[in-house]
């Protein structure tokens, strides 16, 4: 402790000379005290509150643990609060080791093609909500999706789309981002509650 105090010292005198004379014993004060709480937190970097607060910080600070961008996290955390979910289980769903990122493999729920073709679309436009807030899934993302579960029908997919216009999506053409309609954005959150409760299990 105060290994270099010699030469502190003497370059507080040097500054509080530069003070005007009835400063200079607040100055002299100033400095020294300085001076101390640099060395004391030398000796013990983390004191017990200071350490205490930094955990706190720690357990505040959103994303220690999760792989979400820091930049969609709070639609992300809000909207698993909506639904009544946790972060974890809400991002166990999607892989974010790829930018844009994408859907984990999961079972798309379903009887038939066309069900699961609509789920595939609520999923896509989830995905797209919670990465831009815009609840549009991209045309493509929907039959690729649909490949991958096996439920792709190329002669009815637009077919199979427009069934749901009405109820979920507001328009369906070929080849253009298919928006929801509010019927759709409750449709698509109770299908994200469902596949994240069932990641849960």
Not at 27 to 43: K, M, P, R, T
Not at 86 to 96: A, G, Q
Request: with cysteine.
């Amino acid at each position: 402790m105060y290994k270099n105090g010699e030469a502190a010292l003497d370059r507080i005198m040097e500054l509080v000379t530069k003070c005007p004379k009835e400063l200079q014993e607040k100055c002299f004060e100033i400095l020294l005290s300085g001076y101390v709480q640099l060395e004391v937190a030398a000796i013990s970097p983390h004191p017990q509150g200071e350490k205490k607060q930094q955990e706190e910080v720690q357990q505040e600070t959103p994303g220690q643990e999760s792989h979400v961008p820091p930049t969609i996290l709070p639609r992300f955390k809000n909207t698993a609060k909506r639904l009544g979910v946790t972060p974890e289980n809400l991002e166990s769903l999607f892989d974010f080791s790829i930018d844009p990122f994408t859907l984990h493999a999961l079972n798309l729920p379903g009887k038939k093609k066309a069900d699961k073709t609509r789920n595939a679309a609520l999923l896509a436009a989830s995905r797209s909500y919670l990465g831009t807030g815009s609840w549009a899934a991209d045309w493509k993302e929907v039959k690729s999706l649909c490949v991958d579960h096996n439920c792709y029908d190329a002669p009815n997919h637009t077919v199979n789309l427009k069934k749901g216009a009405s109820k979920l999506f507001k328009s369906v053409e070929p080849g253009k981002a298919i928006e929801l309609s509010s019927g759709g954005v409750k449709e698509a959150e109770k299908l994200l509650k469902s596949l994240s409760e069932d990641s849960a299990a």
